[in-house]
């Protein structure tokens, strides 16, 4: 008897606290400030939730409050809150509701949610995001409120603009623009007899060094990238670009990947694993963050990554004595741009609004303090942030940086190059013949097979 | 009288040891997890890897139990699980005593296309799912979650249960019917109170895939108030700093309820073991 | 028009709330993949073109396509033999009479079953890492090993150390299901037969496995197509890699839908996949499952 009654009571509990519960979208709160009022009239819940008084906007917006949802990534979580409040002082009528999303699965639900026409008013985006965001019809074509709002394009760099550019139109705007550069151990240097304020400034100086490193002090002498594919990439990326080669011809439409200086390039890179062994035993599974990791703890003398890892070095190793430099070159030095973009989605409650943030964001004021890394706005350079001299190396990248081919099927082609190479590192192909493979399989997708 | 001591011995000390090495290799992940989650950041990565912490601090569970979003995240498991195995075990219970007593026209092809659900690997189901509760209006609702959960628990539950109640012999439920007892009273009061095990099994398993349940979570769950524990956790990683610290501690917090409501639950399928054993 | 008898009416009014939940929320995601496998999507273009059994042939004809089958029987035969194997044994030990502390020693066993999946998959992975991870540096002060085993990214190792992490995982459901059926052996059948003069051993395989073979058998079978299906494992700690090498199914299909958004593709693999465990289960549930239930 005690027990079925226990089971009922159970069974209350669970009900009521359903029924109380209900749906999560009546429940949330708006905005991160706290307690402050919303009339969401274009929200479509039935704006009960929050059950609060009248916002008592003030402003030409006829008295209209608009709450606009903004997809984040959680790293933003310490910035975010502070510039949405400073954006609804400045724009009374505009509310905006963040939700942070963790890196992992990132693109995959977004991609699910936009597919669905089912995401937010306003979406942060990686660089490459966004093309096939917008080619896929999932992106607002913000073009005529930057020429309503007199945004001005040329404070952009050249090289972001390309990412938010798809048809000739804008689809978002860049915010953060990044590119890498070297992280070199000083000690090891001197403890394996090379000058510690000397890093390699050309790829086979680098080599030279890591053979180095390894025979005097039997450390390895750089992080490479054998598993994430978009670390892979970008390593292997940088190298055909600074050979003269290229991934894809002029107007995209096969693949580049056969000519001898990508042949050349990708060849070295494979050596540096295989033949001169410079890279630690664990490379296939290290993707850039375990290599700084391993860098941290000093088990490997160089790696190449962005400025955020300037901190996160510090703070797992304090004592670590170690110095920024270009990227060494080959023939030239091309490094590849990353960042990330803000952009409108097709299903913006009010495109405007949406703008509005997305232009606040974007602006030379608000983007160095949103962005983990540079600023897109030339205007910005001088930026307090950007003074200290670790992070030189990364802003002077930032002028040679080169945008990556704009089109939708870049992660793609990222994807089959990195399948195909991975077994040239593991020795089961040789490199030209992978990349042979690659190219047919890149041709035929742009072909549209 | 000698050699029955050394009987003994070649009988229990292997069986004990080889339950000692099964739980050494059960529990040492979760005890590198517990380790780690008292380091502070410049101890998490060292080479070679050092086992105990030289500092050790409680800052990692500071900020996971009082600055983070794993308290909400925490109710809502709490919420979905809970309603999940509930439902679960309403709809099973009979289904698995139907499937196990009564041979009725096309059961066997019914049974086994319970199991058509469990045939596409999840990532296949996400897509069509999410149109259906989308269309159904219940992306990032609690509700959304439990439904998503329901078309996995169900047809495992359906089978557990069925299997359960077939090693049951029939007699006690016989010599019910004789009594004149109807058909529900059979299934509640005789059948029930017997499969006390295959009941508690049946309902740890579901509400334990229910709270680590994470690709539907990530894809039908869009707001901190509807998120689940194991979304919560995967936001310790940021897209280039992992937060092993926090992210350990929070794996600790995350994994606690569930070894409790085992242990719990220990004491009834115990219970109910030793029961059948007399009732042999 | 058959008549319906009795047994009918009742075996339906038992089941069917839990059926027709179920065919509600499977009917639509199982066609919808269905229709999907025959068609060709361009995301970028927004346009759908019926291809008939053309991406079927694409399947086939793509060298990892046939790879991730291989890789996939091979890793479910593995985790299903090693996991039903280990759980027997565990619950068989634990189930001796003079075995003190059961409920400790089930409890801590429990632990991977009851751990949420990604975690413990992560720190495995962690544990697996040859430089930071605890796995190499014990095996090398043991002195078992010289020379660091790079677990995840070996072509000979990455499969295993997934299998090792799904057996890790699976094992105690296996302990805690056969332990339960374990207990419904009649005390007396055993002891009847040793004082016969038998053999534990032959005790074991008279006696007891015969009143655990329906467990057993719905064990094994659920363990199959789970681990046929299996996703975060392999994808957590190897991604498939290296170069293919520990790709299962669900990964191509994963890498197909979501990498290369092409659904289509996707549909197919996951058609094969389907009809692949479909077929054995309808062989194993035929064959395995009705002798045991004359048994």
């Known amino acids: 008897m005690k027990k079925r009654f226990a089971v009922l009571l159970v069974f209350a509990l669970i009900f009521s606290l359903l029924v109380a519960c209900g749906g999560g979208k009546e429940s949330s709160n708006s905005g991160e400030g706290g307690g402050t009022d919303t009339s969401s009239s274009s929200t479509g819940s039935g704006g009960s939730g929050t059950g609060t008084a009248d916002s008592g906007s003030s402003g030409g917006d006829g008295g209209k409050t608009v709450e606009l949802t903004y997809w984040d990534g959680t790293w933003a979580e310490e910035i975010t809150p502070e510039l949405v409040k400073e954006f609804e002082a400045q724009n009374p009528g505009i509310k905006i509701k963040v939700e942070y999303f963790p890196w992992d699965g990132m693109y995959d639900k977004f991609l699910v949610a936009l597919r669905n026409d089912n995401g937010p008013d306003i979406i942060n985006m990686a660089v490459d995001w966004t093309v096939p965001f917008a080619a896929m019809g999932k992106l607002q074509n913000i073009t005529p409120f930057i020429e309503q709002y007199g945004v001005d394009m040329n404070d952009f760099y050249e090289g972001p603009l390309k990412t938010v550019t798809y048809n000739g139109q804008y689809y978002a705007l860049p915010y953060r623009s990044e590119a890498n550069a070297l992280y070199y151990n000083k000690k090891i240097f001197a403890d394996a007899g090379l000058d510690p304020e000397q890093p390699p400034a050309t790829w086979d100086e680098l080599i030279e060094f890591s053979k180095q490193i390894k025979e005097k002090t039997g450390i390895a002498g750089f992080g490479q990238s054998g598993s994430e594919f978009g670390n892979f990439t970008a390593q292997l990326y940088y190298l055909i670009y600074s050979n003269?080669?290229?991934?894809?011809?002029?107007?995209?439409?096969?693949?580049?990947?056969?000519?001898p200086e990508a042949v050349e390039a990708a060849q070295i890179f494979v050596d540096m694993y295989r033949k001169h062994k410079i890279s630690p035993d664990s490379t296939m599974e290290n993707n850039n963050t375990v290599n700084r990791n391993l860098f941290a703890s000093?088990?490997?003398?160089?790696?190449?990554?962005?400025?955020?890892?300037?901190?996160?070095?510090?703070?797992?190793?304090p004592d670590l004595d170690f110095g920024t430099?270009?990227?060494?070159?080959?023939?030239e030095r091309k490094p590849i741009l990353g960042g990330w973009n803000a952009g409108v989605t097709n299903t913006a409650k009010d495109a405007e609004a949406a703008f509005k943030f997305v232009n606040f964001l974007a602006s030379p004021e608000i983007s160095p303090r949103y962005s983990l890394t540079f600023s897109s706005r030339?205007?910005?350079?001088?930026?307090?942030?950007?003074?200290?001299?670790?992070?030189?190396?990364?802003?002077?990248?930032?002028?040679?940086a080169q945008a990556m081919p704009p089109i939708p099927q870049w992660t793609q082609i990222k994807q089959i190059v990195y399948n195909h190479m991975q077994s040239a590192m593991i020795g089961d192909r040789t490199v030209e013949q992978a990349l042979q493979d690659a190219s047919k399989e890149i041709d035929a997708l742009l072909a549209g097979n | 009288m000698r050699s029955k001591r050394w009987k003994k011995i070649f009988t229990f000390a292997p069986v004990y040891v080889f339950l000692l090495g099964l739980v050494f290799f059960s529990v040492f992940p979760s005890l590198w997890m517990f380790l780690t989650s008292i380091?502070?950041?410049?101890?998490?990565?060292?080479?070679?890897?050092?086992?105990?912490?030289?500092?050790?601090?409680?800052?990692?569970?500071n900020r996971v139990l009082f600055e983070s979003r794993i308290p909400r995240a925490f109710l809502n498991s709490t919420l979905v699980s809970a309603a999940t195995g509930l439902i679960t075990l309403l709809l099973a219970l009979p289904a698995g005593y139907g499937f196990a007593r009564y041979r009725f026209t096309g059961a066997g092809l019914l049974s086994t296309s319970l199991l058509f659900g469990q045939m596409l690997p999840a990532v296949v189901l996400v897509i069509p799912l999410y149109i259906v509760l989308n269309k159904l209006d219940l992306i990032d609702t609690h509700a959304g979650l439990i439904i998503a959960n329901l078309s996995v628990t169900i047809p495992v539950a359906v089978m557990m249960m069925r299997s359960y109640i077939e090693s049951v012999p029939r007699e006690l439920e016989e010599a019910a019917k004789i009594d004149g007892v109807g058909n529900i009273g059979v299934l509640v009061r005789i059948v029930m109170p017997v499969s006390i095990p295959g009941i508690v099994a049946v309902s740890i398993f579901t509400v334990i895939h229910a709270w680590e349940e994470f690709l539907y979570a990530l894809n039908f769950a869009n707001s901190a108030a509807v998120k689940t524990l194991p979304i919560t956790l995967a936001e310790f990683s940021g897209q280039f700093k992992i937060d092993w610290g926090g992210m350990m501690s929070a794996a600790v917090v995350i994994s606690l309820p569930v070894l409790l409501l085992f242990l719990i639950c220990n004491k009834y399928f115990v219970k109910g073991l030793s029961d059948g054993a007399v009732k042999g | 028009?058959?008549?319906?008898?009795?047994?009918?009416?009742?075996?339906?009014?038992?089941?069917?709330?839990?059926?027709?939940?179920?065919?509600?929320?499977?009917?639509?995601?199982?066609?919808?993949?269905?229709m999907l496998s025959f068609q060709k999507n361009d995301v970028f273009a927004n346009e759908t073109k019926f291809v008939g059994l053309r991406q079927f042939a694409r399947l086939f004809e793509d060298p990892v396509f046939v790879l991730a089958i291989r890789n996939t029987v091979v890793w479910t035969a593995a985790c299903v033999a090693f996991q039903f194997l280990l759980g027997l044994l565990a619950a068989v030990a634990i189930n001796q009479e003079f075995v003190k502390g059961k409920t400790v020693i089930r409890l801590l066993i429990m632990v991977p079953w009851v751990l949420p999946g990604i975690v413990g998959v992560q720190t495995w992975k962690w544990s697996y890492h040859p430089d930071f991870g605890i796995i190499n540096h014990a095996l090398k002060s043991l002195g078992i090993i010289s020379h660091d085993i790079t677990w995840t990214s070996g072509s000979s190792t990455a499969l295993l150390?997934?299998?090792?992490?799904?057996?890790?995982?699976?094992?105690?459901?296996?302990?805690?299901?056969?332990?339960?059926?374990?207990?419904?052996?009649?005390?007396?059948?055993?002891?009847?037969?040793?004082?016969?003069?038998?053999?534990?051993?032959?005790?074991?395989?008279?006696?007891?496995?015969p009143h655990i073979m329906m467990?057993?058998?719905?064990?094994?079978?659920?363990?199959?197509?789970w681990t046929f299906n299996a996703f975060t494992f392999i994808f957590a700690l190897t991604a498939g890699g290296p170069a293919h090498k520990s790709e299962i199914l669900s990964l191509y299909i994963y890498r197909q839908g979501f990498q290369n958004l092409n659904f289509g593709l996707a549909s197919a693999a996951s058609v094969v996949l389907f009809l692949l465990t479909m077929a054995f289960s309808l062989v194993y549930i035929r064959f395995f499952m009705r002798k045991g239930e004359e048994a």
């Open chain 1, 298 to 317: 000093e088990k490997v003398a160089m790696f190449i990554s962005g400025n955020y890892d300037v901190a996160a070095v510090r703070e797992a190793n």
């Open chain 1, 378 to 400: 030339k205007s910005a350079a001088g930026h307090e942030k950007y003074k200290a001299p670790e992070f030189q190396p990364f802003l002077e990248s930032l002028n040679y």
């Open chain 3, 161 to 209: 150390s997934a299998i090792i992490v799904n057996v890790w995982k699976m094992f105690p459901f296996v302990m805690l299901m056969l332990e339960a059926a374990l207990q419904s052996v009649p005390k007396e059948l055993k002891e009847a037969a040793y004082v016969d003069g038998a053999r534990p051993l032959r005790i074991f395989f008279a006696v007891t496995m």
């Open chain 2, 39 to 61: 380091k502070p950041p410049n101890e998490v990565f060292t080479t070679p890897p050092r086992y105990w912490a030289e500092n050790p601090t409680l800052d990692n569970y």
């Open chain 3, 215 to 225: 467990t057993s058998l719905t064990v094994i079978l659920l363990l199959t197509i």
């Open chain 1, 325 to 331: 430099a270009l990227q060494p070159a080959l023939a």
């Open chain 1, 244 to 259: 003269g080669g290229s991934v894809l011809n002029e107007d995209y439409t096969k693949s580049a990947l056969t000519s």
């Open chain 3, 1 to 34: 028009m058959k008549k319906w008898s009795l047994t009918d009416r009742i075996g339906y009014a038992y089941t069917a709330p839990a059926l027709a939940v179920v065919a509600l929320l499977m009917a639509f995601p199982l066609l919808y993949t269905f």
